[in-house]
């Protein structure tokens, strides 16, 4: 079975863009997490879908939103970035959300603001 | 989520078995004890997990202490390829989008 999936791997803006990053969950699971990770910070949880719908969500600004579609796979985006947005953007998929889970990470996505 | 507390830095001899502990001594009746690893900064890899009762897969051993406030993962034999960090984090499994992982423990094997 696959694994999950972040595309782009990394990925360089500048100050004010904005960024788009997806996640394709391992086949069959209907939760996504998404996740920050910086050297000061650690991994820090920004939001998780289920269903498309959000259920849980970080300590974030309003600049981080994300999506999940009919077919689980998420998106999501950073507008007006800044400089410490650079991170390593993880992406998780669980099977469900009513009992206990086990989640899944993708391989991340790096984003470089310059 | 309950708080984790574990070792900043562990070293392991090739061959040795890993203990590597955690204290959770806020973790509630419903709360899980997770491990994941993570390796040059590569997307975390679920190891084990468990409630109450020891656990064990073809990674990795958890013991859990019988009052839930401590664990230990313990890599039976470790190699060289087992150096990452270790992340210990309890969660509840209704709320595992929140999961918090603390800072980990860097674990070097050496030949």
């Known amino acids: 079975k696959a694994g999950v999936t972040q595309t782009p791997r990394y990925l360089i803006k500048t100050r004010g863009q904005q960024v788009t990053l997806s996640c394709s969950p391992i086949s069959g699971h209907r939760s996504v997490s998404w996740y920050q990770q910086t050297p000061g910070q650690g991994l820090q949880f920004l939001f998780e879908y289920f269903s498309e719908t959000q259920r849980n969500k970080g300590n974030f600004p309003g600049r981080f939103s994300g999506r999940q579609f009919s077919n689980s796979r998420s998106e999501m985006n950073v507008s007006t970035l800044e400089l410490g947005d650079s991170a390593l953007y993880l992406c998780?998929?669980?099977?469900?959300?009513?009992?206990?889970?086990?989640?899944?990470f993708g391989p991340g996505t790096r984003l470089l603001v310059l | 989520d309950a708080k984790t507390t574990q070792p900043p830095s562990m070293d392991c001899a090739e061959g040795r078995a890993a203990n590597l502990p955690c204290n959770h001594s806020t973790i509630s009746g419903n709360e899980y004890v997770y491990w994941y690893r993570q390796i040059h900064s590569q997307g975390p890899q679920y190891i084990i997990h468990?409630?109450?009762n020891n656990e064990t897969n073809e990674m990795a051993s958890l013991i859990i202490t019988e009052d839930r406030k401590s664990s230990t993962l313990i890599l039976p034999h470790a190699t060289l390829r087992d150096t990452a960090v270790y992340y210990c984090i309890v969660r509840v499994g209704t709320n595992a989008g929140k999961s918090t992982f603390g800072d980990g423990t860097t674990l070097t094997v050496k030949p």
């Open positions: 468990g409630l109450k």
């Open positions: 998780a998929s669980s099977r469900g959300a009513a009992s206990q889970e086990t989640q899944y």
